[in-house]
């Protein structure tokens, strides 16, 4: 069972297009009270209303430019930035065109996953699209703690990355703007790598094609685990060739049909079970089930190298069956 956390219900104040594919919404409590605070790289998670009618958890990291020590410590806001996906469940259509300002919106305290590192060495920020929101936070916090920062931000084309403005009035000449459509190839992490001080960590936020080549260079370089920190900003997406499977529960002896485009995790919620999970984006460990039979086809950042080849155990918000089927110790 996952423990209930208290929920806040918070107003949406404004609700902004920053371009075509993002939309920034400011939330704050009725009576303006003082809300709990958050540390650089926190998200929030945001109940959503799906297109089928149901609802869901969405996880939206907070924005903060205001370089004040205390700027995060007791806000009276909290600000978040939502891209629109076309493919998906509904989650983000919802809070791009359903949800109004002046609407009420119920949230889970902030909670953070991809903690900012104290201590010597500079940070350089790695952000893809939409994934720029933790790493914004991180940017204001160094400055305010007048650390060494950098900030490689990249994207399709200027007009779709939301907050340049705000980057580049915190960071100057210490911000990095790729995109795309001017350079006519994607960024070069190889080039990027190369001019990392040995002493600085590395923080990634970006879609998984980003954050996959990111950790592969790393890793042929030798780096360190603690030297690279990362975080995944969408839910999990299809992969094409997916097909659906079979998972049985070997002590229910219960068996359902996974669908192409649905997660071990949410076939079995909509079926009625109460697994354990968080971030369902392969990144947190707690949806780890172990699995009696099948191939698996490991999809998440949180198994070892010889864990996903030794085959017991799956991360079923993220990961699916090579096979027909799989039969999982639940
Ligand atoms: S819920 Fe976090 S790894 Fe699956």
Redesign the pocket.
Known sequence: MNAPTATLALRVVEARELNPLIRMLRLRADDGRALPGFAAGAHIRVQVSLTDGGTDWRHYSLVNFDTARNATNAPTEYVIAVRKEAEGRGGSRFMHERLKEGDTLAIEPPKNDFPLHTGPGGSVLVAGGIGVTPLATMAARRRAEEAPVRMHYAGRSRDLMAFLPELEALLGPDLHVHADAEAGAPLDIDALLDNVPAGDRLYVCGPKVMLDAVLARTQVRGWTHDRVHFELFTEPVVEAGDQPFEVELAQSGQRFTVAADQSI?DCLIDNGCDPM???????????AVPVIEGEIDHR?Y?LTAREKAEGNVM????SRAKGARLVLDL
């Open positions: 995790l999970f968080d971030c369902k984006r392969g990144e947190c460990g707690v949806c998440d949180v991360q079923i918000c993220i």
